[in-house]
């Protein structure tokens, strides 16, 4: 079982974004810029292209949502997306909310991120989430 399906189960603790049948989000524990998230698939798969077609593209129009709920609380002129897991084998994708380029840099994570800000985070862009209907 991956970390990310430990997290799904509910074993492992995360800031919670968004949930539903197939897919997953949560806050990135080590973000690039605050807001920055996670979507993942229940489904265990290691990379992301060896994915279903299907699962492909409705994890994409799930993460579309997540970004919107992200954009209307978080400040930011857009919300990026990346794809590395070169860390975790279990397919996701980053959406981090940007101004500049240098939001998106990996080498520069906030250091020693503050829970509360974390959570209150989570809770407002799960909240926009859950409106978006
Ligand atoms: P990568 O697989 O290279 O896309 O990187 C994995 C990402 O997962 C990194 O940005 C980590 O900070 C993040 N990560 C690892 N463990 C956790 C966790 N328990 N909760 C939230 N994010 C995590």
Excluded at 13 to 38: C, M, Q, R
Excluded at 47 to 54: A, P, Q, V
Excluded at 72 to 92: N, T
């Amino acid at each position: 079982m991956t970390i990310f399906s430990r997290i799904i189960a509910g074993e492992i603790p995360s800031y919670k974004i968004a949930e539903d049948d197939n897919f997953f989000a949560f806050l990135d524990i080590n973000p690039v810029s605050w807001g920055h998230t996670l979507v993942v698939p229940k489904q265990e798969t290691d990379y992301i292209f060896d994915l279903s077609d299907e699962t492909l593209s409705d994890m994409m129009v799930f993460a579309k949502k997540v970004a919107a709920a992200l954009k209307s609380v978080i400040p930011c002129r857009k919300v990026g997306v990346a794809v590395l897991g070169l860390e975790v084998p279990h397919a996701h994708i980053h959406l981090i909310p940007i101004t500049k380029e240098g939001d998106m840099d990996f080498k520069h994570k906030i250091a020693d991120p503050d829970p509360a800000r974390m959570a209150d985070i989570a809770a407002k862009v799960n909240d926009a989430f859950e409106k978006l209907g």
